[in-house]
């Protein structure tokens, strides 16, 4: 084995927690190192919306939202209960709008405010009705430095048209009234298509980037100027300690690297790792495979490296292992499958979701997370966990439905590849789905009624700011309802997956990997997915991953550059 540098900081790993730490450090003049061991950066940020829950930032001040810390710490203890992590939560809370302000002022990541994005359960006391997001701004991969276009991972295929990007609000408002047919949209929707196609053509890219992906490029950007080294398709294989502090890191080559102040690790999770997921994931799971939406990288890396040093993997005290999405599995003429996530559809007018015994078993305009929770919760013993969301045709003219896009794309590719099935009925449709063709007929007999009063007594759909910013806010009376009843009749299967793990490598408010005893290890932290959610396996809105994994990365780089450790 070789000596082959020394730097300052050394961070494991190239998602929005990690790129943030290399950010925050370098900034201060430290020389910092990104080892990746995929050949591109991103991580699950690229694949992500890219939007980051951050309270109390000075866009929601320049607006006049004025929300006292306090409230939003009376939501997060509405939601996450008896777990609440006071000091972790508390520091998290106190940094975010710092972290906000720096990004966006001193560095390439600038942001865009989710005005209008409210909080998931907004029938607690503290929860907001908007200003509590950020996402970042749209960028042209051309202006990012070359040596990051080589590098930066391509926008996740499934929640893109053709490889481009569409990014929650105007924009996707647009694509969906071209889906209408109406001149403004039709002429967004040309408008981009038209500039992608041409960057396929002269760049071999979409070069429009939106979402994760753009976050991810910002911030790699903003490292680039700062002067922090990338080096990808570099796995560590174990940590170097000297007089019980990290110092350093081996590569798979045998090439080790030193670290004068600390070592960070953002690796992603364990979604991807099998033995894990197997051994910490609900029982009613057992025997399925877990789809996530995290790269196949995000395998326990991080966990392991903190372990093998005296961390440990905080999960006793939590609700939820992982951050459940609803996804769809996509055949495509390769062979190859893709994993698409249901974030947006289900709270559209005129679909449901139900069991195969045809019942439905949840608010289908609630979370994502929740919507799996039910799902694992309501599946009869020894079944497999799966639903079916159905739709009419009016449905998927106007909404997507999973990965089938709505008017002008036609579904012909779908209901061939056996994606999407099809019926006349309700019945064949339920009978070509294995579900209870009686059962799934009054089911929808009754939803019908129902959502034409406005209305859902079973469920309360609708009911919540956040159902209805969700919905279609031209269909009255109830945004996220409406009947299904125009044939033909479609369904796509919906399994449970994940954005990523909650359980995590146990950190304190500052970042620091710590043992059991609650004792820092020196010159050690985490951040990202690697580090355990304050949240503790709850998701109280949109962006409690990112908030966070932005947050305590650029709080870990800012105690670094302080030398405290």
């Known amino acids: 084995m070789t000596s082959s540098q020394k730097v300052d900081v050394i961070v494991v790993g190239s998602g929005a927690g990690g790129l943030a730490a290399a950010v925050s450090a370098a900034h201060q003049g430290l020389k910092v190192i990104v080892v990746e061991k995929e ?16 309270p109390g ?15 939003f710490q009376t939501y997060l203890k509405s939601v996450i209960g008896d777990n609440y992590q ?3 939560i508390s520091s998290f809370l106190d940094a975010a709008p710092r972290m906000v302000d720096f990004f966006h002022h001193k560095t390439r990541l600038q942001f865009v405010p989710g005005t209008s994005i409210k909080d998931i359960y907004g029938d607690l006391p503290g929860a907001g009705n908007g200003h509590r997001s950020v996402g970042p701004k749209p960028v042209n991969a051309k202006q990012l430095p070359p040596g990051i276009q080589k590098i930066l991972a391509p926008q ?25 047919l109406r001149p403004r949209g039709l002429f967004h929707a040309a408008r981009r298509v038209t500039h992608h196609v041409w960057d396929l053509i002269r760049y071999r890219r979409g070069c429009q ?10 911030l790699a950007w903003s490292a680039w100027e700062q002067g922090v080294v990338f080096r990808t398709q570099s796995a560590v294989t174990r940590l170097i300690s000297e007089d019980s502090r990290v110092t350093g890191v081996c590569l798979g080559t045998g090439e080790i690297i030193k670290a004068k102040y600390g070592v960070v ?19 009613a799971l057992s025997g399925q495979k877990h789809y996530t939406l995290a790269p196949d990288a995000a395998c326990g890396d991080g966990l392991r490296l903190a372990e093998s040093v005296g961390g440990y993997l905080r999960i006793d005290d939590y609700s939820s292992p992982a951050a459940w999405c609803p996804v769809s599995l996509v055949p495509y003429f390769n062979g190859k499958q893709g994993v698409f996530p249901h974030i947006m559809d289900r709270a559209k007018p005129g679909s449901i979701g139900v069991l195969s015994n045809g019942k439905r078993f949840v608010n289908e305009a609630n979370g994502y997370h929740d919507y799996v929770s039910a799902l694992i919760n309501k599946t009869p013993k020894g079944e497999p966990v799966q639903s079916w969301q159905i739709a009419d045709s009016q449905f998927v003219r106007r909404y997507p439905l999973g990965m089938a896009k709505p008017f002008p794309i036609p579904l012909t590719p779908y209901l061939r590849s056996g994606y999407l099935v099809k019926g006349k009925t309700i019945k064949e449709l339920a009978r070509k789905c294995g579900i209870n063709p009686e059962v799934l007929a009054n089911t929808i007999r009754e939803f019908n009624e129902n959502a034409k009063r ?83 396996g709850y998701y109280p809105a949109g962006g409690t991953n990112l908030g966070p994994a932005l947050t305590f990365g650029f709080l870990v780089g800012e105690f670094i550059s302080e030398g405290r450790d």
């Open 265 to 283: 690790l953002a690796t992603g999770g364990f979604p991807a790792d099998k033995t894990l997921v197997g051994k910490h994931f609900p029982k």
């Open 57 to 71: 930032t000075f866009f929601a001040r320049k607006d006049g939202i004025q929300e006292p810390s306090e409230q």
């Open 156 to 180: 996740y295929y499934e929640t893109s048209f053709l490889g481009m990007g569409i990014m929650a609000g105007p924009d996707l408002m647009g694509f969906l009234a071209a889906a209408r």
């Open 454 to 536: 406005g209305v859902d007594p079973e469920f309360g759909r609708g009911s919540t700011p956040f159902n209805r910013y969700g919905g279609d806010q031209e269909n009255l009376p109830n945004p996220s309802l409406g009947a299904i009843e125009k044939a033909p009749f479609y369904a796509v299967r919906v399994v449970p997956g994940s954005f990523g793990t909650f359980a995590g490598i146990a950190a304190n408010e500052r970042g620091q990997v710590i043992k059991r005893d609650g004792e820092p290890i020196p010159g050690l932290f985490s951040a990202g997915n690697d580090r355990a959610s304050i949240m503790s």
């Open 86 to 88: 006071k000091e972790n």
């Open 209 to 218: 980037l939106v979402n994760g992906t753009a976050l991810v490029g910002r």
């Open 39 to 54: 050949p591109v950066i991103g991580g699950a940020t690229a694949r992500s919306g890219g939007w980051a829950w951050t």
